[in-house]
């Protein structure tokens, strides 16, 4: 597999969001106003959702690396769902992937209307 090598020095955002979780914060890093890599973590330490959440982030920054659309990867968390949604300031959180495409659109990075185009659900 082809990587792309990381610079030294990346600019990056941040986002914080709200879940049933609890907050969790996503950092996209850029190159050349391009996406790199993202992490992700959660508000509090340690425990299951974190650690998947930081799996998120590295499955993410790889698959970058290799060339796949944020689109594509917004498409693949958007609307997962969990026990544990979030409705806040009028909007709602499904779950923490849905959190993370979410981060995804609010950095200016998938096209302006993609929260409000319906996505298929796949499952039923």
Not at 37 to 63: P, W
Not at 94 to 110: G, M, P, T
């Amino acid at each position: 597999m082809d990587t792309k090598s990381r610079e030294d020095i990346l600019s990056g955002k941040t986002v914080r969001l709200y879940t049933g979780c609890g907050s969790i914060y996503v950092v996209v890093n850029f190159s050349n106003g391009i996406p790199q890599e993202v992490l992700i973590s959660m508000g509090k330490a340690g425990g299951c959702a974190a650690s998947q959440l930081e799996t998120i982030g590295r499955l993410i920054s790889l698959v970058l690396q290799v060339g796949v659309s944020i689109v594509d990867i917004a498409d693949q968390l958007r609307n997962i769902r969990c026990p544990e949604p979030c409705f806040i300031n009028g909007g709602k959180v499904f779950s923490c992937a849905d959190a993370v495409a979410q981060a995804l659109q609010k950095f200016d990075i998938l096209p302006g209307d993609y929260f409000q185009s319906p996505k298929e659900d796949t499952e039923k």
